[in-house]
């Protein structure tokens, strides 16, 4: 993925959104996440594979874990929404991944950003597209955003071809990870997400 991360913490929009808390696409179900889910957040961002293109975004102890699971927790406590715990349907007590809307600030750039990270497992299927649209569309319909931003590092390819796949449009740059290029922020406005059709893209070789 403005506004800024308590983004009128208490509004309307906001408590409408709590309806969809937990939600569903074709194949995946979408969750809140839970206290419980500190191992699975662990496992995930402090897998090297799976963060091949971010290596900041590398956790070395659950410690870090514990903080960003409760940043998320308390971003549902404060918003109604925000990151999902993804599984499949045939499977709901293995989580594939993560993703999903929050609000928060990116060097100094404030807004509700789009983010997902899958298991290896699930790359290549199109679930970061399928979840990415769900989010998508219940952040314009019932939060009745602008637009949704994301960020990502010009290497890596899959999750830009994705972001593209979606719509999002290249926006800008910024200088949020020191020693490394500058991430490169996708956008996409309310106005062209209701001009694009609403299909499943197609599933990204390499990438969630």
Request: hydrophobic share 45%; with cysteine; aromatic share 10%.
């Amino acid at each position: 993925m403005a506004l800024t991360e308590d983004f009128e913490a208490a509004s309307a929009p906001a408590v409408a959104f709590a309806a969809f808390g937990a939600a569903a696409t074709s194949r995946l179900l979408l969750r809140p996440p839970r206290a419980d889910d500190l191992e699975a957040v662990f496992e995930l961002h402090a897998d090297p594979v799976c963060t091949r293109c971010s290596a900041s975004a590398t956790l070395v102890g659950r410690d870090e874990a514990q903080v960003l699971l409760q940043g998320w927790l308390d971003h549902w406590q404060a918003n109604g929404f925000g990151y999902w715990v993804i599984s499949a349907r045939e499977q709901p007590d293995v989580v594939l991944g993560f993703g999903g809307v929050m609000h928060k600030t990116v060097d100094g750039v404030n807004g509700p950003y789009l983010y997902f990270r899958f298991r290896p497992q699930a790359w290549g299927q199109g679930f970061a597209s399928e979840m990415a649209l769900k989010a998508l569309s219940l952040s314009f319909d019932a939060l009745q955003q602008a637009h949704v931003l994301a960020v990502v590092l010009p290497a890596n390819t899959p999750s830009r071809k994705t972001l593209e796949r979606l719509g999002m449009l290249l926006k800008s740059a910024l200088a949020d990870v020191p020693g490394q290029p500058p991430s490169l922020v996708y956008e996409l406005s309310a106005a062209r997400f209701a001009g694009l059709p609403k299909v499943q893209p197609q599933p990204t070789p390499f990438g969630a």
